[in-house]
């Protein structure tokens, strides 16, 4: 009896372990995550994310991240987000997912049920530089700059706390700004222009040069020898680019390549290839 206990803490530890944590969906480079050793490495759909990670995008990147009952954590360039206490009770009958995302700097955009239904509630606190927002669910769209933080709430319902000031937005396509000078403008409709406008900055578009799980194509770069292909993939990951040293038989002997692979579609290659190219890298698809 007391094995059967054992295992069955074992079990829902570990269930609340794996599922509280964000995995990579998609990504258009150059991004990372740094964990909190101070280890930095490129992001690449499929990675999991931990307590105390931060992910940071580049010029003109973009992130998209799934969490384990289905919301959808997008970012855009040169943003940074924090990810701390996620936890997911998946084992119980009345499952809460709660965790604590913090916005450093850059767009952001939260939608529940993005990746399908579940039955579950949510707990997270979304912090914005100096405005801090409770989400149960929703689609918030948001961004942290210099000289003010910006929330938009698309639809549903989030708990705002800005300074000393604790407010509740619930009407739909509404927002408000915060200043870092500590004044903050009220609550007020979002022009449908603006809003578009925002969400262009969260989103990955078709043939962006996106990768994603799943994704069939990649992106090659011959090497002479594996030691060239060894510093050619490490220099490509200290940019953001996630990539990996291949062997293979070619005329009689053992042959590398540097591959950054999961591309989305063969329109998504050429446009990586394109951003490649101005960055100082060629490659050979």
Known sequence: MMMRVMLLLILLCAGIASAGTLTVEAVISPAWVEHADGAREPLAPGLVLRNGDHVLTGVGARALLRMAEGSAVRLGEQARLGVDNMADNAGAADRLVSGALDVVQGAFRFTTRFFGTSRARRNISLRIATVTAGIR?????????????????????????????????????????????????????????????????????PASGASRRGGKHRVTFAADNEHDATVLAGRLRTDGYPARVRAFRADGGLRYAVDIAGIASPEDVQQLTAMLRRAGHTSQQ
Request: glycine share 8%; with cysteine; proline share 6%.
């Open 137 to 205: 669910g929703t689609d918030v769209w948001g961004k942290s700059s210099a000289d003010r933080d910006v929330v938009c709430l698309i639809e549903g319902r989030i708990f705002v706390q800005h300074l000393e000031q604790a407010f509740t937005m619930q009407d739909p396509l509404s927002f408000f700004i915060a200043g870092r000078d500590g004044t903050r403008q009220p609550v007020a409709p979002v022009p449908e222009a603006q809003l578009q406008q925002w969400a262009t900055e969260t989103e990955i578009t």
